[in-house]
Each structure stands twice: as structure tokens, then as C-alpha cells.
């Protein structure tokens, strides 16, 4: 039913862009907080950016702020990368949480809080 399908990894330069998108299936996006997280290995999953669909809140960790733009077009939310550094580089996943689930904003970069994940993909920022 719930299924996120990520797409627009790929290998860039540091400096350079990229754009990543999240289609839902089996729900509407509407009342729902979706959140891109990445992963390294060796290292916990981190939160990127998040935009509730409830209040039309976005957020961003620092390393990020600045340079990353979340948005969202219907059934898609997108991950607009720019600038990149080589410490971006990470497997990018994107989670959905039913917006009535927050208590707080931190809670919208926390892994654990969500509970529809996709697949990944690969972001590589490389020379």
C-alpha cells in the first residue's frame, strides 16, 4: 500500500548540483511529513530535510541550510542539492510520517519517529 520510490542519485563534483525526487504510492502525500535522511557506512542515519505537508514547515540540519531546498509538487517531494561537498556523499533515503505523529520540531530529523521508508539512492560527490 504505502510505498516511497527515490530517484536522482547519481555521481557529482564537489561544487555541483543534484535533484532528488520521492513518489508516493498507495496514499496522498496530504497530512503527512516527509523527510530525506542518508546514511554512510559505519554511521546513523542522519536527517536532512523534512517538509510537512500539515503546516507547510521545512527543515534543514545546519550542514545543510543554505545549500539544500525541500519541496514539494503533489505526490512528490524533491531534494534540491547544491554546492555540494564530499561529505554529502551518502545513501539518501526518503521516510513519510502521518503529520499528527510530531510533538516537537526536532522530531522531524529523527530517523526512528518515521515509518515508511524507500529504497535509497546513491549520491556520490567525488573529484
Known amino acids: 500500500q504505502v510505498q516511497l520510490v527515490e530517484s536522482g542519485g547519481g555521481l557529482v563534483q564537489p561544487g555541483g548540483s543534484l535533484r532528488l525526487s520521492c513518489t508516493a504510492s498507495g496514499f496522498t502525500l496530504e497530512g503527512y511529513a516527509i523527510g530525506w535522511f542518508r546514511q554512510t557506512p559505519g554511521k546513523e542515519r542522519e536527517g536532512v530535510s523534512c517538509i510537512s505537508t500539515t503546516d507547510r514547515n521545512v527543515f534543514y540540519r545546519a550542514s545543510v541550510e543554505g545549500r539544500f531546498t525541500i519541496s514539494r509538487d503533489k505526490n512528490t517531494v524533491y531534494l534540491q542539492m547544491s554546492s555540494l561537498k564530499p561529505e554529502d556523499t551518502a545513501i539518501y533515503y526518503c521516510?513519510?510520517?502521518?503529520?499528527?505523529?510530531?510533538?516537537?520540531?526536532?522530531?522531524?530529523?529523527?530517523?526512528?519517529?518515521?515509518?515508511?521508508w524507500g529504497q535509497g539512492t546513491q549520491v556520490t560527490v567525488s573529484s
Open positions: 521516510a513519510a510520517e502521518d503529520s499528527r505523529t510530531f510533538k516537537d520540531y526536532r522530531e522531524y530529523l529523527v530517523p526512528r519517529v518515521f515509518s515508511s
